[in-house]
């Protein structure tokens, strides 16, 4: 499975960023092996005095993303005190006088009106669809907690009187989707990972994994990918671990947990909401924890997002 990577550094206006163009790439189609889309760059130029902010990229739920930031803006009124001359802020936050040594930090005395309370004036801010906005500084990296377009902006209480623009790029790793069979003992490949990249999944599903199943629990249970079991009526039954430990793929997680290995290395816990560094170069192969597959039914679709 080979991944392409076309990074290209474009100067792509925020309206285009918010029409769709980059999210047009999501999703990717299911299937029993991965379909990849092509990683992604963007650069963007904030106004310091736009409290709605700027418009990037589009992201999906649990998607690998990074922020880097240069520039220097200035927050107006206040910006002054304890600060000699014409102050200017950069994307950390920092507060530098005309000489460009560092003054105080400066919190706005209105810190309702703030968009990140806590944060010093001048630090990047962003939010991703309709979520709260949260601290990005210069150098950000993260998995974005909901889909919806990440929003950068310039913290501060009132931005009319701001000045200055932030330079903001914006990178998006590429993604894949793959169907986890819960029959399958031997997984599913999905995507090239390189030794320290970084990657996540998000799983979603329920399956079923016969023999010792209904063990406590009503009728023909089910399990979601964090190895949660569940009778038909949707409640939640004890966590069931196969009495033959030893063929368990992981032994200590439950029946039903999604699972991963990278290359030839040991298997481990991927769970629903998964994040992490590849400890080795491989494909990352994804499968379904239990000891006897054949009797199984059922798959799990997983989500995963690579930022190298
Ligand atoms: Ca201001
Ligand atoms: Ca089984």
Known sequence: MVRTRQWGISAIAAAVAASGLLGAASPATAGTSSSDVTASEVTVTMQANGRAGMGTVA???????????????????????????????????????????????????????????GATNGTVVGKIG?????????????AAPQAGILTLAYNDDVHSDNSGTYNATVRVGARAQATVFANFRMGVGTVSLEAGELFSVTASGSAKFGFGGTDT??????????????GDDGTRCADFHSPNPNGVLVPGAPNGTLVGKIGDGPWFAIGTDYIGTAPRTGILTLAYNDDSHDDNSGTYTANISTLP
């Open 130 to 142: 309709d979520g709260p906005w949260f601290s990005i500084g210069a150098d950000y990296t993260g």
């Open 217 to 230: 629990c009503a009728g023909t249970p089910w399990t979601a990918p964090d190895g949660s079991r569940h």
């Open 59 to 117: 992201l999906a739920a649990g998607e690998l993303f990074s922020v880097t930031t240069t520039g220097s803006a200035k927050f107006g009124i206040g910006g002054t005190d304890t600060c000699v001359g014409t102050l200017w802020t950069t994307p950390d936050g920092a507060r530098h006088d005309k000489d460009g040594a560092v003054c105080d930090e400066f919190h706005a005395p209105n810190q309702n009106a703030v968009l990140v309370r």
